[in-house]
């Protein structure tokens, strides 16, 4: 018998709601035992969302931005310590937001218009929202050219022509972002975003049990932190 993990599917408003309490909960954290805690909250979330990839890339990033710390720790790489420390901090946001972002775009409008959001912020954040896993898709496509072109075979190359790099992944990467631009407005205008009637949605869209649920348990889990630990 082959047995399926049926994925959550959480209302984009739920996310949001938990992103605010995990932005709290990041900013009142002292420890290094409730950053801890607030990471594997946040890749808990994904799991349960389906988003496993996504929690142990993330999970994967903590740990080695956590290493770079107490690495650099006491020497004279202030700055990097200060840097990586600042990144692992923002680890567990990033991951609440990947599961917004991982939301269908027609979802997320419908939901925000029933927030009664003005119309030019929802348009700017579907836009953004899709903006971003395209672009990582443009940089990958980049670094793939310049590799079949014999330009930095290797990762260490980077490293001994520094301008050289900027300059041959930067420009492309501008000119790519102002077509990607054009031909993201091109499909939202082509999709209705500009139409003022109340917008449907074919997916389900509201509170229902399970986002009171996680609501909840999230809460419940955050209090534990702060208090327990």
């Given at each position: 018998?082959?047995?399926?993990?049926k994925?959550?599917?959480l209302?984009?408003?739920?996310?949001?709601?938990?992103?605010?309490?995990?932005?709290?909960?990041?900013?009142?954290?002292?420890?290094h035992?409730?950053?801890i805690?607030?990471?594997?909250?946040?890749?808990?979330y994904?799991?349960?969302?389906?988003?496993?990839?996504?929690?142990f890339?993330?999970?994967?990033?903590?740990v080695?931005?956590?290493?770079?710390?107490?690495?650099?720790?006491g020497?004279?790489?202030?700055?990097?310590?200060?840097i990586?420390?600042?990144?692992?901090t923002?680890?567990?946001?990033?991951?609440?937001?990947s599961?917004?972002?991982?939301?269908?775009?027609s979802?997320?409008?419908?939901?925000?218009e029933?927030m009664?959001l003005p119309?030019?912020?929802?348009?700017?954040?579907?836009?953004?929202?899709?903006?971003?896993?395209?672009?990582?898709?443009e940089?990958?496509?980049i670094?793939?050219?310049?590799?079949?072109?014999g330009?930095?075979?290797?990762?260490?190359?980077?490293l001994?022509?520094?301008?050289?790099?900027?300059?041959?992944f930067?420009?492309?990467?501008?000119?790519?972002?102002?077509?990607l631009?054009?031909?993201?407005a091109?499909?939202?205008?082509?999709?209705?975003?500009e139409?003022?009637?109340?917008?449907?949605?074919?997916?389900p869209?509201?509170?229902?049990t399970?986002d009171?649920?996680?609501?909840l348990m999230?809460?419940?889990?955050?209090?534990?932190?702060?208090?327990?630990?």
């Amino acid at each position: 018998m082959n047995f399926r993990i049926k994925k959550v599917r959480l209302d984009p408003r739920t996310h949001l709601l938990i992103l605010l309490l995990m932005s709290i909960l990041a900013l009142i954290a002292a420890s290094h035992a409730q950053s801890i805690a607030i990471m594997l909250l946040g890749m808990l979330y994904l799991v349960v969302l389906g988003l496993f990839k996504k929690a142990f890339q993330y999970g994967l990033l903590f740990v080695c931005f956590k290493a770079a710390v107490m690495a650099l720790g006491g020497t004279a790489f202030g700055t990097f310590v200060i840097i990586f420390y600042t990144f692992s901090t923002m680890i567990p946001l990033m991951m609440i937001a990947s599961a917004l972002m991982a939301s269908s775009p027609s979802v997320m409008m419908c939901a925000f218009e029933r927030m009664r959001l003005p119309k030019n912020l929802i348009i700017t954040i579907c836009i953004l929202i899709r903006f971003f896993p395209v672009i990582m898709q443009e940089m990958v496509s980049i670094r793939n050219g310049m590799r079949a072109r014999g330009i930095f075979q290797h990762w260490y190359s980077v490293l001994r022509q520094p301008a050289l790099a900027y300059e041959c992944f930067l420009m492309p990467l501008v000119v790519r972002c102002l077509k990607l631009s054009s031909e993201l407005a091109a499909s939202a205008v082509l999709r209705g975003i500009e139409c003022t009637v109340t917008r449907s949605s074919a997916h389900p869209v509201g509170f229902r049990t399970v986002d009171g649920l996680a609501i909840l348990m999230f809460f419940i889990l955050a209090t534990g932190i702060y208090v327990v630990m």
